[in-house]
């Protein structure tokens, strides 16, 4: 439930703040007033669209705050999204707009984004416009009417006709493009053919140089090693011997001086050291031997090796990953050439849809009577008498993103009357009494419609019943359809809080709580004030609703109030604004 309401340099609003109670409270005031700027305020702070009209002249930015009671579904949402709901079971929403139409919004004193507030407004608030009957002539808010009284999550039809769309588009493209994949196919295949003769291995041509380099060296590397085992041991005297000498010489007179001893240390180190390096030499000496037939051998293959790296512009350490490449190419053009196996896809993908859209379309045959009787029974009240409401599933000739019918509402005005397509039988007066007949029936029923954000599965009623409010919903009724409407916001209001803004004496007669917005001249400025009206304060604004000789409209609105209350139940907490001053 909306608890408080308050606005801060908004249009002609200075600054205000109301609080509101439970059951039905209406706004009332001349043309002009403002009654419509509280509405498009709470709008602003549930993330309605901001602009830079809202703030007022003069001022640097409009600011609505907008307090509720927690429903206790939404507490893990706003946990999940890191919001405080340490508080005492309230939400605050708020929204500033500055003059260049930049907006900042803030959930529970914490930044948020303007999508948060969206989100969190489902729980909160339905609003009813004054032009809701423009979207009964309109498919897509008919269907999606039905949708939601018949709690249907949309989102898995509309991912299974994603998929099947994708994969018969694939399907598609393969026939269009068969022979320009066939081409790009046999040329891919020629390559990697080609390729997969000379199977070259990833590090194959690293090793290939280095061994060709050894062997294409051979006689200069047994040159060079016997020159050096000669110098180390065969010759006369060899480094070998030198050192032995050197050794032999300090081990005669170190045992004098103990800093020789280190020396000759060193010194036999070396002298071991050269006749390791002897020994390896004399084993290598003994395996190396030329191999003209290796060297022929790793020639042909290093010229294999080049001559495919400049047939495809590429250098030869490359050629392993573009095989690679141009397999893993291949296997994608065969896929997309089996235009079979495509097909089969696009056909599963079908078979998915329909056994979705069939689900969807039992439960619209489900909803649509039910529906349609509770409409047809709130018609009654609303001057149209013997008249009958249909939900109609009309089939479509072909398969649709949103299923497998359209729906159609139709309408019968009066007894005897064969019900017809409600956009060519209906009037503008009876549109609108339909669009609230539609809406008293849909907010009192339990809506079952369900959002899924996130880990967690939400549904909108689960906790306490919305707000509902109606923008000047009744417009173009009038005389004792006026009282029904009354009646029927009044009944509702016993089950949820609703806020009506509206013209019509009748309904603002049968509020518990009766707001007026009145405007007023203040120096070179207008500004729109809000003021909780009872007893004879509330009698002269029925009077003035109601027009006419002062003495008779005050009697007749005595009259009216009377009536009201002596049908009504008690009423609930009084509304009324908590501050109200202008600057």
């Known amino acids: 439930m909306l608890r408080r309401l308050a606005l801060r340099d908004v249009v002609i609003v200075a600054a205000l703040e109301v609080e509101l109670g439970a059951g039905f409270t209406v706004l009332t005031g001349e043309t002009g007033a403002g009654k419509s700027i509280l509405v498009d305020a ?40 890191g919001f405080d709901t340490t508080g005492d079971d309230m939400l605050l929403l708020r929204r500033t707009v500055d003059a260049q139409g930049k907006s900042r919004a803030w959930v529970n004193g914490s930044p948020a984004t303007v999508a948060q507030l969206r989100e969190a407004a489902e729980w909160l608030v339905d609003i009813h416009g004054q032009h809701a009957w423009q979207s009964l002539t309109r498919p897509a808010a008919v269907r999606a009417l039905l949708d939601e009284h018949a709690g249907i999550d949309g989102a898995p039809l509309a991912a299974a006709w994603k998929a099947w769309r994708e994969a018969q588009a694939r399907h598609d493209e393969a026939v269009a493009k068969r022979d320009a994949l066939a081409r790009d196919r046999e040329r891919l295949a020629w390559q990697v053919a080609e390729l997969d003769k000379l199977a070259p291995g990833a590090d194959e041509w690293e090793v290939l140089n280095a061994e060709h380099q050894r062997l294409a060296h051979g006689q200069a590397l047994i040159d060079g090693a016997r020159a050096a085992l000669v110098a180390l041991s065969d010759e006369e005297p060899s480094a070998g011997s030198l050192a032995g000498r050197a050794a032999d010489a300090l081990a005669d007179v170190a045992q004098f001086d103990g800093a020789l001893g280190d020396v000759l240390e060193v010194v036999r180190g070396a002298q071991a050291q050269l006749d390791d390096a002897a020994h390896t030499l004399n084993a290598y000496l003994g395996r190396i031997e030329p191999d003209p037939e290796r060297l022929s051998a790793l020639d042909a293959r290093l010229a294999a090796w080049v001559g495919q790296a400049r047939r495809y512009r590429r250098a030869p350490a490359e050629l392993p990953a573009l095989l690679t490449q141009w397999k893993e190419e291949l296997a994608g053009l065969d896929a997309a050439a089996d235009v079979e196996a495509l097909e089969r896809a696009a056909a599963d993908a079908q078979r998915a849809w329909r056994a979705e859209a069939e689900q969807v379309s039992r439960q619209r045959q489900r909803a649509a009577p039910p529906l349609a009787e509770s409409v047809t029974a709130a018609m009654q009240q609303l001057g149209m008498a013997g008249g009958r409401f249909e939900v109609v599933l009309v089939p479509q000739d072909e398969p649709q993103s949103y299923g497998l019918e359209s729906i159609e509402l139709r309408v019968a005005g ?159 907490p009084a509304a009324k604004p908590r501050k109200e001053r202008a600057r």
């Open 42 to 81: 709470l709008q602003l702070a549930l993330g309605g669209r901001a602009e830079a009209t809202l703030v007022r002249e003069g001022a640097a930015r409009a600011e609505v705050s907008a307090e509720f009671d927690l429903p206790p579904a939404l507490k893990p949402w706003l946990e999940e999204a």
């Open 414 to 572: 009066h007894a005897g009357s064969t019900p017809r397509a409600l956009a060519k039988v209906a009037s503008g007066g009876e549109l609108s009494r339909l669009a609230l007949a539609i809406a008293v029936t849909t907010a009192q029923a339990p809506s079952r419609a369900v959002t899924t954000t996130a880990a967690h599965t939400k549904n909108k009623t689960s906790a306490a019943p919305p707000t509902l409010i109606f923008d000047e919903i009744d417009a173009g009724v009038g005389g004792t359809v006026a009282d029904s409407v009354g009646r029927l916001m009044k009944q509702l209001g016993g089950s949820a809080q609703v806020l009506a803004v509206t013209h019509l004496a009748q309904v603002a007669a049968c509020a518990d709580h009766h707001l007026v917005v009145s405007k007023a001249q203040q120096g070179a400025r207008t500004l729109s004030a809000l003021q909780a009206v009872d007893g004879e304060a509330r009698v002269a604004e029925i009077a003035r609703m109601l027009g006419g000789e002062r003495l008779s409209g005050t009697a007749h609105a005595q009259a009216m109030l009377g009536a009201a209350a002596a049908a009504a139940p008690a009423a609930t």
